[in-house]
């Protein structure tokens, strides 16, 4: 069974800082992309950043240059890094990845439980 938690939301003042993270575990065989995305409320669910097995990454313009996605590929564990919050960043985040369980596995769509953030003004 796979899981995917993610941590480290919270409340922050408007230009601070959070770090997030999602760790995967059970039974991994191998982490294709792996992505953050957010939901506020009375809102879609939204792309924010994705990062792929390689290290590309992509941004949604609204976080383009505040905030920044990693991994440790040998952790199953990726980050997003939030810089300068604004209260229209709030919301629960939630991290998505896309694996397999086995060498001849198929890939799937894993998602973690999500992780509120609020930033005050």
């Known amino acids: 069974q796979v899981q995917l938690v993610e941590s480290g939301g919270g409340l922050v003042q408007a230009g601070g800082s959070l770090r997030l993270s999602c760790a995967a575990s059970g039974t991994i065989f191998s982490i294709n992309a792996m992505g953050w995305y957010r939901q506020a409320p009375g809102k879609q669910r939204e792309l924010v950043a994705d990062i792929s097995s390689g290290g590309s990454t992509k941004y949604s313009a609204s976080v383009e240059g505040r905030f920044a996605i990693s991994r440790e590929n040998g952790k199953s564990t990726g980050y997003l890094q939030m810089n300068s919050l604004k209260p229209e960043d709030t919301a629960v985040y939630y991290c998505?990845?896309?694996?397999?369980?086995?060498?001849?596995?198929?890939?799937?769509?894993?998602w973690g439980q999500g992780t509120q953030v609020t930033v005050s003004s």
């Open positions: 998505k990845a896309n694996l397999t369980t086995g060498l001849y596995g198929s890939w799937s769509y894993y």
